[in-house]
């Protein structure tokens, strides 16, 4: 059995930093999201752990360092699991808001911000071809990857044979589990858990 588990990264600030919004790290909130699943980790063995990878952006590299004690394993960074490369920060969120609303639907994969920036279409297949490099390096393997909303709305893609233009609009909360398995001697991938949260305790056993 493979199992694969991507934990989203937990609240971070975005602001500006030398004239562009940068990613500067765990807020508060952040931080105790990862603490709390680090924690119920630990607890319940809920999730076990053969290899941890994060994106190299610093709110991932920040929550796996939170969690990795309780995975027991050291940290391997991977690039291929950074957010969707959309542009240089220059633009202000309401800025890039207004410019997407305006984007026909039909165009929206092929649309390039920037040069030398992804379309929505080249990061949908960058990590399609991440996590089938991930999945066939360690088959049959816990794997763990703490990584970002984009990347696991791209594995509804790869795992359920979406069209690659076609991202799947799922919510993904901050700190939260998704985590697809593949059985010994199928072919196709399952969803185990979406979204899962995995931060309450009820008669000492953790509930989502």
Excluded: C
């Excluded at 690039?79 to 633009?91: A, H, P, Q």
């Amino acid at each position: 059995m493979t199992n694969l588990y991507l934990i989203r990264h937990g609240d971070y600030i975005e602001d500006l930093e030398n004239g562009k919004y940068q990613d500067l790290g765990l807020t508060v909130d952040g931080v105790r999201q990862g603490e709390t699943l680090r924690d119920r980790i630990a607890q319940s063995s809920d999730i076990r752990a053969d290899v941890l990878i994060a994106s190299t952006l610093r709110r991932a590299q920040e929550s796996a360092r939170i969690l990795a004690p309780a995975l027991a394993q050291p940290v391997i960074y991977d690039e291929s699991f950074e957010e969707w490369r959309v542009e240089d920060g220059t633009l202000d969120p309401d800025a890039f808001n207004a410019r997407w609303a305006g984007v026909p639907l039909d165009q929206r994969p092929f649309y390039r911000w920037q040069e030398g920036f992804e379309t929505s279409l080249e990061f949908v297949v960058r990590v399609q071809q991440a996590l089938n490099r991930v999945t066939q390096e360690y088959a049959g393997k816990d794997i763990v990857i703490v990584t970002h909303g984009g990347i696991i709305q791209a594995s509804f893609v790869h795992f359920f044979g979406i069209s690659a233009t076609s991202m799947p609009g799922v919510s993904i909360g901050n700190a939260t589990v998704t985590q697809w398995s593949l059985p010994p001697n199928r072919q196709k991938w399952v969803l185990m858990r979406y979204n899962d949260a995995l931060t309450h305790v009820v008669n000492d056993t953790y509930k989502a």
